[in-house]
Every structure is written in structure tokens, then in C-alpha cells.
């Protein structure tokens, strides 16, 4: 086969690393893929993979009618046997270029927490839980398959030392280190992150903890002013937010405890570390035998009741930093897990029997549904581009990032 891959971007992020390893075992099965998409900073982990890269143009618009024009020249070109877009408009894009014009075969997989109307209903679809393909089926007429977030368990495996990664970080022996490895985002992350900091500062009153948040993003500068006054407070750096790290795998094997959410918190497991899995809303539960069917149907992510403040988070870590013995547990039972569950070499077998059968039966274009979709996407479009929505959008980012420097959290703007 001849494939396709088209990630939604190529800023470091848990679901773009998911595509380009998938797309990397692929090919090691014997299959020709190319991946096409915006440059950014995963073009060189492409490389690394041994995978050709296709630059895609950076047109802004969503579906950008360049991109458009660019997919069907490449498929026409490169005799594409089928296209796996990941997310709703870059899915849009190879439809309106390669599938309806030149019948070229899609497969769209969707790992946003919520099923989006912009992805026409007869296009096969790749859902990330149990949950959302559920939901998925309600609405798409197209078949719709689950494949949870893949972890390359050779890469990422218990012996990686972490010792330099502390060292570096002036960790003591005695010092408890919890990390996160997250985008420093608004939507879907700060939730989290500001109750991560908040967790660490009650901690602190008893445990010698450090919080090493690792990452990069807009909610930065915002989430390092709360850090400096909790350690203003106890008179150390109990938060350090060190940037973003290409292959954070030192990181996650140099804590005591992670927490984190989606393939994050998988690549902890794997690596054998204990998590306490994160969410919106104040959700957060320690990975464990008693919540293993929960996170197999939800995925790795969660809502709770947004409770104020981070005591239940805060209870979580100190139940596994009381008790080395059950973090050394839970860690064996997290790695055991991806590697039975989630590893990458079962997701690839998954999804080559996936593109077989999407090849087989590739469906009908469907121009009802085409329509249908990018009416959705255009007044999405129109929605974000109306001055009064940016206006309206730039008070909110505004009030968020004001909360998290510091005061109580969540803060009454939180929701739209």
C-alpha cells in the first residue's frame, strides 16, 4: 500500500507522536508512507522514523483551499492508495481533494475528547476511547473502530535511567519528584496544570517535593508567576518549568510520581512509573487495578464536579508517597498494562486490518454529506473570524491566565 498520513500539526503534542509512530510501524510492515503536514518541530522525529515528509501549505484557513488543491496533487502524483487524516479539518481537506475529486479512499481518526459534526458521516473514522466510538456510531454512517493512544513499549521501557534528569535538576535522594509532560496549554491542559502547582504547595508543608512541569506553550508565563510564589512561600524551588523537551523519557523515569492525561500518562505506565491520571474540572484518580476498567472505557482523561482548590490531587500523590512499596506496585501493573493493551506493535496490526478493510470497501462519495460538513466548518470559520468572537475569546484567555498567576482556582470565568 501506498499511504498518506496527514497530522493535524506538528507542534510536540501526544496525538501527532501517535500518528508518526503508527505511520512508522507501518512502514516496517512493508508499506510505502509519506506524511504530509505544516511544518513544525516533529520534522525531524518524522526523519528520525525513516519516513518521507511532504510540507504542506501553511495556509491558515480551516480547510485551507490550498491544502485542498495540494492533497489531490499529491495523490494524483505519488498514486496514494489511501489517506489517514488525523482530526476533523484536516480530514475535510483530503476529502474535498482527494476523495470526492479523485475517489481516493479516507480514513479519518479523531482523538478530541468530544464527536465533532465537521467530518462527513459516510467517511470511515478512528476514535480514541470506548466511549467516543460509542458516541461516534450514533451519528456516522461510515464504520468507526477504536484505537486507543499506541506506546512504542521498546522505546519507552522501565530501564531508562533518570539519575541525570534529577542530577540536573539538584533532586535529592530523599526529595519526592512528581513531573508532568504537557503542552502549556489553555483548552484541555491548565485545568490540570494550575492544580498540579496548587497540589504542590500543600504537599510542601510535609514532604521534601519538587514539581517539574515539562512542556512549552501559551499558558507559560502565567503558570511560572504562581510557581514563583510557592516557592517565594517555602523558601525552594518546589515548581520548576524547564521547557519543552524533545524525548522527555529521562523526565518521566526520573520521578517518584507523574501525573498527566492521554498518551502522557501511557508513556509513564510504560516506563513503569506510578500516575495519578489528570483531567477538567478537578478530575484526577490514581491509575490502578480498581480504576482500570474506568480509563479502558473513558480513556485517559476524565471530568469531575470542579471542585475548588487541589486537595483531592494533593491526597492522591501523598497516598503514593507514604507507601514506596505500592509505587513500585503500581508501576509493574501500569507497564504490564500498556504492554498487553496498548503497545504499538498491536495498534499497527489494528490498523493495517483497518486500511484492508477500508480498501475493501472503500464506500460511496457522498456530496449530500460534503456539504452538510463543510457548511458546519465554514461557519465555524466565520464564527472564530467575527471580531466581536476574537474580542470576546481574548477576555476569556485573558481572565484564565489572570486566575492561574494566582488566587483561588478555578476561577468563575472558567467556562464559557
Not at 464504520?143 to 522505546?155: C, G, K, Q, Y
Not at 540536573?168 to 509532560?181: E, N, P
Not at 522527555?248 to 510504560?270: C, E, K, N, Q, W
Request: with cysteine; hydrophobic share 45%.
Amino acid at each position: 500500500m501506498r499511504i498518506l498520513v496527514y497530522p493535524h500539526d506538528l507542534a510536540i503534542g501526544g496525538s501527532q507522536i501517535n500518528a508518526i509512530d503508527l505511520a512508522a510501524g507501518i512502514a516496517v510492515a512493508g508499506h510505502e508512507v509519506m506524511v504530509y503536514g505544516i511544518e513544525g518541530p516533529l520534522v525531524d522525529y518524522i526523519e528520525e522514523r525513516g519516513l518521507k515528509f511532504l510540507p504542506a501549505h501553511q495556509q491558515r484557513q480551516r480547510p485551507a483551499p490550498m491544502r485542498i488543491a495540494q492533497i489531490a496533487s499529491i495523490a494524483a502524483r505519488e498514486r496514494i492508495d489511501l489517506i489517514h487524516a488525523y482530526e476533523w479539518s484536516t480530514c475535510l481537506e483530503a476529502h474535498y481533494g482527494a476523495g470526492l475529486a479523485l475517489g481516493v479512499p479516507l480514513l479519518c481518526t479523531v482523538l478530541s475528547m468530544a464527536v465533532m459534526p465537521y467530518v462527513p458521516a459516510s467517511v470511515p473514522l478512528i476514535m480514541g476511547t470506548e466511549d467516543l466510538g460509542d458516541e461516534a456510531r450514533k451519528v456516522q454512517r461510515g464504520d468507526v473502530w477504536v484505537i486507543e493512544p499506541p506506546i512504542d513499549v521498546e522505546r519507552d521501557h522501565p530501564g531508562i535511567d533518570g539519575s541525570e534528569f534529577r542530577k540536573k535538576h539538584a533532586i535529592g535522594k530523599d526529595d519526592l519528584l512528581v513531573v508532568s509532560v504537557s503542552r502549556l496549554a489553555l483548552d484541555l491542559k491548565l485545568d490540570a496544570l494550575v492544580r498540579a502547582i496548587d497540589a504542590a504547595d500543600l504537599l510542601a508543608a510535609r514532604y521534601p517535593v519538587k514539581l517539574i512541569l515539562v512542556g512549552g506553550g501559551p499558558a507559560h508565563g502565567a503558570l511560572m508567576e504562581r510557581a514563583r510564589a510557592v516557592n517565594a512561600r517555602w523558601g525552594y524551588e518546589v515548581i520548576a518549568l524547564p521547557g519543552p523537551e524533545a524525548d522527555p523519557r529521562a523526565a518521566y523515569a526520573a520521578a517518584d510520581v507523574v501525573i498527566g492525561m492521554g498518551s502522557s500518562a501511557l508513556r509513564a505506565l510504560s516506563i513503569g512509573r506510578p500516575v495519578v491520571v489528570q483531567g477538567e474540572e478537578a478530575f484526577s484518580e490514581v491509575f490502578e487495578p480498581a480504576t482500570l476498567d474506568l480509563f479502558l472505557r473513558q480513556g485517559f482523561y476524565g471530568l469531575a464536579d470542579s471542585a475548588p482548590g487541589a486537595s483531592r490531587l494533593a491526597v492522591q500523590i501523598e497516598t503514593l508517597f507514604a507507601d514506596p512499596a505500592r509505587r513500585e506496585a503500581l508501576g509493574r501493573f501500569g507497564r504490564e498494562t500498556v504492554v498487553r493493551r496498548f503497545s504499538l506493535e498491536r495498534a499497527v496490526q489494528v490498523q493495517l486490518d483497518i486500511y484492508r478493510q477500508v480498501l475493501a470497501a472503500p464506500g460511496r462519495r457522498n456530496l449530500a454529506d460534503a456539504v452538510r460538513s463543510g457548511f458546519h466548518a465554514l461557519k465555524l470559520e466565520i464564527d472564530n473570524h467575527l471580531p466581536a468572537r476574537k474580542r470576546e475569546r481574548r477576555r476569556w484567555e485573558t481572565a484564565l491566565l489572570d486566575a492561574a498567576r494566582q488566587g483561588a482556582w478555578p476561577p468563575p470565568t472558567f467556562s464559557r
